[in-house]
């Protein structure tokens, strides 16, 4: 190995002992430098002839570029090892699990009563909503016990109430003062809503769901009370054999008044006489205090328990796991 070659591989070793770019340029100029081992080559030529110049020049230059290659190579792999530890230290676990976003749906209660008003409103129901009370000597109040609140307030026991509200707003806006109620649209409303009563155990909750329903015209009869309610229960439960019972009851409000009771042909709760609410006809006391003639107008109301119905359609025997908000549960109407 010639002088030069073993400049050439010292320059490597150096450069590759290097171990940062700093150590590196240090290295650098040792050989490369001003004052580094090739200037004093090309120094040391002084003495030389011209063809001595030129043979040593082609030399020397030969031994330069190797050694800027050596450096060149060493400086690339330097930066590539940097830019390593930097990834390895930037680096994120892309295969953890990620974090799902948990999905919500609505409450079986209120799958229940989306079902109801869309089955009443394909009859022709519309459906009312609003505030409710009894007052503290109402008949109504004396066939369940509630909650009695300061200030006056009621928690209602029923969605009755809502039949007097509803027919009175109806009444007002369709009453021409010049033609006493011709013409007037029949009452067609249902008034889905909670309602309270001092209650609780598998089948009774303190705060628990009504759908009253209401319809009055000029000939609306006890017989339509049957086709809308079976008509209703039959769809709501997918069963063209669900038979309907209409038990004599009373309430202060209708007379006559019947119990609803269904009953399933077939699957486990088959030939058991189930109550789902009440009805009757609108009593005419009722009727005069929505502003009509009860001589004129005539209909029935209905009002059902829409909790029994979500426990019924979906076979859940205890009333109070629809409220202990366990998602386990809840989850399961999605
Ligand atoms: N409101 C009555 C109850 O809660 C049910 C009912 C509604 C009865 C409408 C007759 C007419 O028990």
Not at 15 to 30: V, Y
Request: proline share 5%.
């Amino acid at each position: 190995m010639n002088e030069l070659d073993t400049l050439v591989e010292s320059a490597r070793q150096s450069f590759l002992q290097a171990q940062t770019p700093a150590d590196l340029e240090n290295a650098k100029a040792q050989f490369l430098g001003k004052a580094g081992r090739i200037t004093e080559l090309m120094k040391g030529m002084a003495a030389l002839s011209v063809e001595d110049k030129k043979t040593r020049g082609a030399a020397i230059n030969i031994a330069k570029q190797a050694i800027e290659a050596a450096l060149n190579d060493r400086r690339q792999a330097l930066a590539d090892a940097e830019l390593q530890a930097q990834l390895k230290a930037e680096a994120l676990d892309v295969t953890l699990p990620g974090r799902s976003a948990n999905v919500g749906g609505l409450h079986p209660i209120s799958l229940t009563l989306e079902r109801v008003e869309n089955i009443f409103g394909s009859m022709g129901f519309e459906v009312a909503q609003g505030p409710l009370n009894t007052p503290e000597d109402h008949p109504a109040r004396s066939m369940h016990d509630t909650f009695y609140v300061e200030g006056g307030h009621l928690l209602r026991t029923h969605t009755s109430p809502m039949q007097i509200r509803h027919a009175v707003q109806h009444v007002k806006r369709y009453r021409n003062p010049l033609d006493a109620g011709q013409g007037m649209p029949e009452i067609r409303v249902i008034a889905p809503g909670r309602t309270y009563r001092v209650d609780s155990d598998a089948t009774h909750s303190p705060m628990f769901h009504q759908c009253e329903g209401l319809w009055i015209g000029e000939n609306v009869s006890f017989k339509d009370l049957k086709v809308v309610v079976t008509d209703f229960c039959r769809t709501f439960f997918e069963s063209d054999d669900l038979v309907l019972r209409f038990r004599p009851s009373f309430f202060p409000f209708t007379e006559p008044s019947a119990e609803i009771d269904i009953q399933f042909q077939s699957g486990p709760l088959a030939g058991r006489w189930l109550e789902v609410g009440g009805s009757g006809q609108v009593h005419p006391n009722v009727v005069r205090n929505m502003g009509l003639d009860p001589e004129g107008f005539i209909g029935f109301a209905f009002g059902m328990g829409m909790d029994r119905f979500t426990m019924l359609r979906y076979g859940v025997n205890d009333l109070r796991l629809f409220f202990d908000g366990d998602v386990r549960f809840l989850s399961q109407f999605q």
